[in-house]
C-alpha cells in the first residue's frame, strides 16, 4: 500500500479546509529546570489549519502560537520568560509551523515541516497520532483528533539564555481538534 493509499485508507477526512476547535486544542511544553525538574507550560492563543487533498503530499498543516499567551502556572515566571532578556516577546511575538510532508499508515504517522520562532527557521519532525473521527452530537459537525509530539533545541532559534539554568531541550505535545468543512 503507497502512502498516499494509506492516508486514504488511515484517515477518512474529507478533503477541504479543515477548522481548527480551539476549545478543544492545546500546545503544551516541557523542559528540564536546574537539570532534576521539568517545568511545563502551555500557550493560551493558537490559530492552525489542515487541509486535506486528495492525495497524501496534498496534506498540509498550518499553525500560529501567540508567544506571549504562554501559562507555566506562575505569572511572575511567565512575565520574565516573556521579557528581552529571554524570550522577548517584542522581537518574537509568533512561534509558525508549516508541514512540508505528511507519511505513514495506520496510527503511526510522522509530519515533517518547518518551525520558525523569531527570524530563525528549522525544519522539525512530530509523531502523529490520529485520534479518530466522531460526529458531535449537539451540531453534526464531524470532528478529527490528533496528538503530536516531538522536540526542538532552544539553541538552534538562538533562544540560549540561562544556560544550566533551562535545558536545551524543549518537548512539545500538541492535542489538536479539526472540524470538517461544510459540504458544498
Known amino acids: 500500500m503507497t502512502n498516499d493509499t494509506a492516508l486514504t485508507a488511515a484517515l477518512p477526512l474529507a478533503p477541504g479546509q479543515w477548522a ?3 476549545f478543544h486544542s492545546s500546545v503544551n511544553f ?12 502551555r500557550f493560551e492563543r493558537l490559530e492552525a489549519g489542515l487541509f486535506v487533498g486528495e492525495r497524501a503530499e496534498d496534506v498540509r498543516v498550518s499553525a500560529t502560537v501567540d508567544l506571549a499567551s504562554i ?26 509551523y508549516r508541514s512540508t510532508r505528511v507519511s505513514g499508515e495506520g496510527e503511526d504517522w510522522a509530519m515533517e515541516g518547518e518551525l ?3 527570524d530563525v527557521t528549522r525544519p522539525v519532525t512530530f509523531a502523529v497520532e490520529f485520534g479518530g473521527l466522531v ?3 449537539m451540531d453534526g459537525s464531524r470532528h478529527a483528533g490528533f ?10 532559534f538562538g533562544l540560549d ?3 544550566g539554568l533551562l535545558g536545551d531541550v524543549v518537548k512539545i505535545q500538541l492535542d489538536m ?3 470538517e468543512p461544510k459540504a458544498a
Open 20 to 22: 481548527l476547535d480551539p
Open 30 to 41: 516541557t523542559v528540564r529546570h536546574l537539570g532534576i525538574a521539568k517545568v511545563r507550560g
Open 71 to 96: 501559562d507555566t502556572g506562575n505569572p511572575d515566571r511567565d512575565a520574565h520568560v516573556r521579557a528581552s532578556d529571554l524570550l522577548d516577546v517584542e522581537k518574537r511575538p509568533t512561534m509558525t
Open 116 to 118: 520558525t520562532i523569531g
Open 135 to 137: 460526529d458531535v452530537p
Open 147 to 156: 496528538e503530536a509530539t516531538g522536540e526542538i533545541r532552544r539553541s538552534d
Open 161 to 163: 539564555f540561562a544556560p
Open 177 to 179: 481538534q479539526f472540524v
